[in-house]
């Protein structure tokens, strides 16, 4: 069965300084893979995908994911972060078509100025 | 352009009341999909439409939860009775192209159901 995997609940972060995400997963087969984000109150936002290719992927506000099949790894990392960067991020996984995607619990970050 | 439509977004009823959410997803979009999500967990598919075709309802409580797209667009998921252990919030959410989980899904931003 599929499954995935947000080790951490919270990540605090400073203005300014790089941040990551973690997420790794478990399929039968090659993972499709997800990251959104949820602001308060408000639906989940798509930011970026890995279903082939580049092992790096770029996707919205200047978030990219690694994907690192050695490892069953897809943390989501951006280079400077900002306090509106500050929501819940949630790592998702499917490995066809025609299977549901399995979302992780959620790691919620907190950008702090 | 709208994004996806969800009603009531809060609604609060006493326990065995039954309770309907709607969703109006994005104009073409084939797929639609109600989640349910508990605090501090993500969502977990209930059910996954392909146009009014129930395509995934293995997660769906079929006991107490029932749920119609009839006309292939907007849908309700029901809820009868309602129990405690049913507060959350329900999440509806659509993709293009039928036939694929791995398009990227547009959610609306919920309904956050109370039982008491």
């Known amino acids: 069965a599929q499954s995935v995997a947000q080790p951490e609940d919270q990540v605090n972060v400073a203005e300014g300084n790089p941040l990551t995400v973690k997420c790794t997963y478990s399929?039968?087969?090659?993972?499709?893979l997800f990251w959104y984000v949820q602001y308060p109150n408000r639906g989940l936002q798509f930011l970026l995908k890995y279903i082939t290719g580049d092992n790096l992927v770029k996707g919205s506000y200047g978030f990219e994911a690694e994907f690192n099949k050695s490892q069953t790894s897809f943390h989501l990392k951006k280079p400077s972060a900002l306090v509106s960067d500050s929501a819940l991020y949630f790592c998702?996984?499917?490995?066809?078509?025609?299977?549901?995607?399995?979302f992780g619990k959620g790691t919620r970050l907190s950008v702090i100025a | 352009e709208a994004g996806v439509v969800q009603s009531p977004r809060y609604k609060i009823i006493e326990k065995k009341q039954p309770v309907a959410f709607w969703c109006n997803p994005i104009s073409g979009h084939n797929t639609l999909y109600w989640y349910l999500q508990n605090l501090g967990q993500g969502p977990e598919l209930l059910i996954r439409y392909e146009n009014e075709e129930a395509v995934d309802d293995s997660q769906l409580p079929k006991d107490r939860f029932s749920a119609e797209r009839l006309k292939g667009v907007d849908s309700t998921l029901k809820i009868q009775p309602a129990e405690l252990g049913d507060s959350a919030v329900y999440l509806c959410?659509?993709?293009?192209?039928?036939?694929?989980?791995?398009?990227?899904?547009?959610f609306g931003p919920g309904t956050r159901l109370t039982v008491l």
């Open positions: 998702a996984v499917t490995f066809s078509g025609n299977t549901p995607l399995v």
């Open positions: 959410a659509s993709s293009l192209g039928a036939g694929s989980t791995y398009n990227e899904q547009f």
């Open positions: 399929v039968s087969g090659n993972p499709y």
